[in-house]
């Protein structure tokens, strides 16, 4: 085989696509503080489509936005961490997620459709210390606390792929 991609696979994957965004609005939901139950939701994506990533675009309220995790499960169950807890985020200047994207290439060559589960998880409570500078002013150790649970207030879901094509 020669080193030219063969016409005949890449033809038969179907054209590249991106679904119109799946959207949870208005979810309102207490991310509870300092708790691995954290707060999950759903979102069902019904067409057979074969993944190439999965974007997410996550609106979230928490004052220490270094303690969240946040996960997505695809229907065949396959985990994929979208931001790790401890993550340098500066608390003065992040006070949640609005609408920020997320992109995952975990689920790779999975079928898409089913059940789509968002977790987001508050990893951490009481007093954080940070060392934190603001232009010229001299480094500064800051204490903050958190014992409040955050909200998850909104997501949506869009696939990244092409249409399975039946095997014939």
């Known amino acids: 085989m020669s080193g030219a991609a063969d016409h ?24 509870p503080d300092a708790s691995l139950e954290g707060v999950s939701d759903v979102q069902r994506f019904d067409s057979d489509w074969i993944i190439e990533g999965v974007q997410i675009n996550l609106t979230a309220e928490h004052k220490r936005l270094a303690d969240l995790a946040v996960e997505l499960i695809s229907p065949s169950g396959t985990r994929s961490v979208l931001m790790t807890p401890y993550n340098g985020f500066v608390p003065i200047r992040n006070s949640g997620y609005t609408n920020t994207p997320m992109l995952s290439n975990a ?56 249409q399975a094509v039946s095997a014939s």
Not at 131 to 160: D, Q
């Open 8 to 31: 005949l696979i890449a033809a038969s994957l179907g054209e590249y696509r991106i679904s119109d965004s799946l959207s949870r609005t208005e979810l309102n939901a207490a991310i």
């Open 107 to 162: 689920f790779y060559g999975e079928n898409a459709r089913g059940n789509w589960t968002l977790k987001v998880i508050d990893v951490n409570s009481g007093e954080q210390g940070y060392i934190y500078r603001e232009g010229t002013v001299n480094l500064e150790e800051k204490l903050l606390e958190n014992e409040a649970n955050g909200v998850l207030k909104s997501w949506s879901l869009r696939i990244h792929g092409h």
